[in-house]
């Protein structure tokens, strides 16, 4: 499994980025797929999911400014990130994995998922 995710950089507060993520090695609508993200020093956080049947899931933060889709045709994740702000800063994973019975999506991505490398997000004010 390979995940390789592009579209990140440096906007003032208030603008938009558009992550992709192009995922290859295994059937792509198979797994639950969500963006991560991590500042240094601090845990991994997830901002989005997408399970297998379409349903998503945002962190509070993330509600009505992100937008998580996917493009099974492209093998390809995305995240629409609008309103951005200072606390958007981080780096952002792609992550791909089967869901586990007696965990959440997010819980099973965050443990077993496979993780791309990552995309810097900054956001200055």
């Known amino acids: 499994v390979k995940l390789v995710e592009s579209g990140g950089g440096s906007v003032q507060a208030g603008g938009s980025l558009r992550l992709s993520c192009v995922a290859s090695?295994?059937?792509?609508?198979?797994?639950?797929l969500g963006w991560f993200r991590q500042v240094s020093g601090k845990d991994r956080e997830g901002v989005a999911i997408?399970?297998?049947?379409?349903?998503?899931m945002y962190v509070d933060s993330a509600k009505g400014r992100f937008t998580i889709s996917k493009d099974n045709a492209k093998n390809t994740l995305y995240l629409q990130m609008n309103n951005l702000q200072p606390e958007d800063t981080a780096i952002y994973y792609c992550?791909?994995?089967?869901?586990?019975?007696?965990?959440?999506?997010?819980?099973?991505?965050?443990?077993?998922?496979?993780w791309g490398q990552g995309t810097q997000v900054t956001v200055s004010s």
């Open positions: 992550v791909s994995g089967p869901t586990a019975e007696g965990l959440s999506v997010a819980a099973a991505l965050l443990v077993a998922g496979y």
């Open positions: 090695g295994y059937t792509f609508s198979m797994f639950a």
């Open positions: 997408i399970d297998t049947d379409g349903s998503t």
